[in-house]
Nanobody, 113 residues
Framework: QLQLVESGGGLVRAGDSLSLSCAAS????????MGWYRQAPGKQRELVAL???????NYGDSVKGRFTISRDNAKNTVYLQMNSLKPEDTAVYYC???????WGQGTQVTVSS
């Protein structure tokens, strides 16, 4: 069964940190370009971060220097470390496996001011 399951979302204050996890089943994260996207109410889904098969990372302009994407091949899991969170980071965060065009169900991140 192909599945991506996100976890780690929650309610935090501005300036706090939060770590999201994306556990994959049915696919191998090291064999896919994996990404995190987010969607705030009334806005389009936007790229947060990508990690390629080679481990090259790319970030959306609004999160550069604050967020870090990584993966643990042994755990078949992708992570998103979010530091210095801002209220504008509030959104539902989705994990994405590009090769399979597979989305997770999303996890809510809310940052209060």
């Amino acid at each position: 069964q192909l599945q991506l399951v996100e976890s780690g979302g929650g309610l935090v204050r501005a300036g706090d940190s939060l770590s999201l996890s994306c556990a994959a089943s049915g696919i191998i994260v090291s064999g896919n370009t994996m990404g995190w996207y987010r969607q705030a109410p009334g806005k389009q889904r936007e790229l947060v971060a990508l990690i390629s098969l080679s481990g090259t990372t790319n970030y959306g302009d609004s999160v550069k220097g604050r967020f870090t994407i990584s993966r643990d091949n042994a755990k078949n899991t992708v992570y998103l470390q979010m530091n210095s969170l801002k209220p504008e980071d509030t959104a539902v965060y989705y994990c994405y496996a590009a090769t399979r065009r597979l989305w997770g169900q999303g996890t809510q991140v809310t940052v209060s001011s």
